[in-house]
Structure formats: structure tokens, C-alpha cells
């Protein structure tokens, strides 16, 4: 068994051995340095990624956002800083932060400059995306992050630095950060930095944690007393930016497992045969909400009691449910919601009875979920709803097919701002024509 052991340790050290073909730690390091400055060349490209990406932001061209993303050197100052952290170099850290800072605002400049002057002033998929950081996106700076130096280390480079500038998406932040500075919507740039600062945090956590593993020789000082000195300033760094990092990540992990959790409870529990779930609302606070809008037969607290004792079982027993069901219920009900909901059902079924009739002909994508997109471009939105529906003519037998979008806002929409959401809906799910009706 001993033998075993041995031998299976020989081969995953053989097979996982990260010092194999690494280059020479001067060279590594020197190449590290170099990236760090941002002047020069280094300066012009940024800029020109920046505008790239903010052209495809502004046209919602994933194609145009990988290209910026492809020549963007933002991530060199990030690994500097990373690597000043484990080797002690405490002048490489702070010239590190200096340059990513230098990088972040010119950057914010350059697209709030771009996005001020461009006729398209409407936020798209591309750019919301941007604005709320969720789970996946601290994974995957983190794994791009271990990629991007592991590759940084060898001696042959790869394709792997540009795959790690794609899936670590540190271009786009900023440019929807300039966004938001130009169009005065705060939320945009506050989410986006939020994005930006969290997906920097974890390139550097990676940085350092490969560096300390291929044990590069830390900097030396002329004495004890000058090396306590400066790993004191160095950790103290550290601790004052990657702390709110950390607890930025532990709330997106929260959130994510709160609301996966949260969904699995409705979908698995909420199935009566007379009352149907219209709305969720998810809060994340003390405690935790979940609040339902309900439609059809009332449940009877017994029920509603017997729902929340089951909540324990989908890792949710701090959680509060609240159901908002009855025209009695103190909570304003939203009957253009109720409507919208009942008017999607009924278009629903008629696609369904038009795709049944037509068969293999009917080749045309389900409309996609414009629910985020439309309340962040107008945050007065109540409820809507967007279907194919057919107009029939009073004294023809004529039919037209359109795309019918219901919405209601809390404040009267102005004619300029209905026909921008009428034409924003037309491109946004390809439509030959969209009818719009304002309630």
C-alpha cells in the first residue's frame, strides 16, 4: 500500500510540476516590471481598447468587446502588484497600485468622453451585464487570474494571456463606469467599479499565491530591522484594499446561494391548482425575504404556515416569506401586473396553438427576458408584457401579426421616451414592427 501511495504521489507531482518548463526568474520578473508602466505605448493602447470597447457596449457587439479585450494591457499592473506582495518588493506594489489607478481613470475618462458624444445613449444586454457582479464572475477572475501568471511563468508563451484578457473582462467594467459618469446614472458606475475592484482583487490573490508556490526570492534588505519595517507597510496594504474585496465577494456568494435557494423553494412548493405565482421578490437583508404575489384562490394560512416550515429544507431557514395574495392584503396589488400576466398567458397559448398549425415551418427563437434590461433603462417601469399577437381587421378578413408590448410605468412617459422604448424593443428582439400600449 505504501508503495502505492509513493508512486501515485510521484506521478501527480511528475504531471502537475509547475517548475518544468518555467522561465528564468529574472526574465519573469523583468517582463512583469515592464507591463506595469503605463506610458507610452502602453498608455496609447489603452486608450484604443477602451474605445473599442466602448463602441461594442454601444452597439452590443460581443465580437468588438473580445477585441478590445484581446490588445487591452490593463492586467500588467495587477500582476505587479501581486508580485511585489509575495516577493516583499514593496516600491513594485506601490507603483503597481499607482499605474492600475492611472489605468482605471484615464480609462473611465475615455469612455465617459465617448459615451457623451455618440448618438446611442441606450444601455443594452452587453452593458448591464456589467453592472451587477455576481458569483461567477469572482471564480472566474480568480481561475484567469492563476492562468494568466502560470502562463506569464513559462518559457514559451502561449494563447493563454489573451483567453485570460476575454474571460476576466476588465475592459468592460470601466467602460460602463464611463458610462455611467456620462449619462449621470450612478448606479451604472458604482456597479461597474463594484466589478472592476473585485475582478483586480482576485488576479492579484492569484498572482501572489502562484508566486509564493514557485518560491521567487523575495527582496533583500540591508537589515533586519528595514525588512520588518517594510513587510509591515506591505501587509498593511493588503489588508486595507482586499478587505472590503473579501467582504464584497462573501455578499455576491450570499446573494447568489440566497437566491438559487430561493427559486428552487417557489418552483418546487408553489403548485396549486387554482392560484398561480405572478411575481417573486427576492431581498437580501436581516433576515432574508422572499415575497410573492399571488393570483387566483386565496391559500389559507395553514398552507401559507405549512410553505414556511418546508423553507428550512431548501437552506433557507433564516429566511422570511411574505405572500401577497386577496384584494384585502395591505400591499398595494398591481393590477396592470395581474393584467400583463394574464395577457402574456393568452398570447402564450395562441403561439402555441399557431406553432402547433404551422409545424416544422415555425423556426422563430421564444422572445427573451427583457425584465432586467428594461428597469435599469427606465427604473419607473411597474410591470409589461411582450408577445406576438394578431390584429384582425374590422372590415376585412385581414390579419397582421405584430409585437404587442404592455407596460406601465409610476410616472407618465414622455413621447421622446416611448418611442426610444418602442424602438429599443424592435432591435433588442429583432421585430418587424412593435405596437406599443402605455397603461
Known amino acids: 500500500m505504501k508503495e502505492v501511495l509513493v508512486a501515485l504521489r510521484a506521478f501527480f507531482k511528475d504531471r502537475f510540476n509547475l517548475n518544468e518548463d518555467k522561465a528564468e526568474e529574472e526574465a519573469i520578473v ?14 496609447w493602447t489603452l486608450i484604443f481598447a477602451i474605445l473599442i470597447a466602448s463602441i461594442g457596449l454601444n452597439v452590443n457587439s460581443t465580437a468588438v468587446i473580445i477585441g478590445a479585450m484581446l490588445i487591452s494591457p490593463i492586467m500588467g499592473p495587477i500582476m505587479g502588484i501581486g508580485l511585489g506582495i509575495a516577493t516583499n518588493d514593496f516600491e513594485l506594489m506601490k507603483k ?60 514559451q508563451k502561449s494563447n493563454v494571456i489573451p483567453g485570460v484578457a476575454i474571460a476576466t473582462a476588465l475592459m468592460p467594467p470601466l467602460c460602463t463606469a464611463g458610462f455611467g459618469l456620462a449619462t449621470g446614472q450612478w448606479m451604472y458606475l458604482l456597479g ?52 472590503p474585496s473579501i467582504w464584497l465577494a462573501y455578499r455576491i456568494v450570499q446573494r447568489s446561494i440566497f437566491e438559487s435557494n430561493a427559486k428552487q423553494f417557489i418552483q418546487q412548493e408553489f403548485h396549486f391548482t387554482r392560484t398561480q405565482v405572478i411575481n417573486r421578490n427576492f431581498i437580501l437583508d436581516k ?20 410553505l414556511q416550515l418546508k423553507m428550512p429544507y431548501y437552506g433557507l431557514k433564516d429566511a422570511r416569506l411574505t405572500v401577497h395574495q386577496g384584494l384585502n392584503d395591505r400591499q398595494d396589488i398591481d393590477f396592470a401586473q395581474i393584467r400583463a400576466s394574464i395577457l402574456q398567458d393568452v398570447i402564450k397559448n395562441q403561439q402555441t396553438k399557431e406553432q402547433d398549425s404551422l409545424g416544422s415551418r415555425s423556426n422563430k427563437p421564444a422572445l427573451p427576458d427583457l425584465r432586467p434590461e ?4 427606465y427604473p419607473d417601469l411597474v410591470s409589461y408584457s411582450v408577445g406576438q399577437s394578431i390584429f384582425l381587421q374590422a372590415d376585412t378578413a385581414k390579419a397582421d401579426t405584430v409585437t404587442l408590448l404592455v407596460a406601465r410605468f409610476k410616472n407618465r412617459l414622455s413621447t421622446s421616451n416611448r418611442l426610444k422604448l418602442q424602438q429599443w424593443v424592435k432591435e433588442r428582439i429583432k421585430a418587424d414592427t412593435v405596437k406599443l400600449v402605455i397603461e
Open 96 to 155: 503597481g497600485m499607482k499605474n492600475l489607478a492611472i489605468a482605471a481613470i484615464i480609462s473611465i475618462i475615455t469612455s465617459s468622453f465617448y459615451f457623451s458624444v455618440t448618438p446611442l445613449h441606450d444601455a443594452n444586454s452587453e452593458l448591464l451585464a456589467r453592472t451587477n457582479p455576481s458569483l461567477w464572475d469572482v471564480f472566474i477572475a480568480f481561475l484567469g487570474g492563476l492562468a494568466g501568471i502560470v502562463a506569464g511563468t513559462r518559457r
Open 192 to 243: 461597474a467599479l463594484y466589478l472592476f475592484f473585485i475582478n483586480s482583487s482576485f488576479i492579484c490573490l492569484a498572482t501572489f499565491l502562484i508566486v509564493k508556490h514557485l518560491k521567487f526570492r523575495k527582496k533583500e534588505f540591508t537589515t533586519k530591522e528595514l525588512e520588518k519595517k517594510v513587510t509591515r507597510y506591505i501587509w498593511l496594504t493588503v489588508v486595507i484594499t482586499t478587505a
Open 30 to 43: 523583468e517582463s512583469i516590471q515592464k507591463e506595469v508602466n503605463f506610458k507610452g505605448t502602453n498608455l
Open 287 to 306: 433576515p432574508n425575504r422572499i415575497e410573492v404575489l399571488l393570483l387566483g384562490e386565496e391559500l389559507a394560512p395553514s398552507t401559507i404556515d405549512s
Open 374 to 377: 428594461l428597469k435599469a433603462l
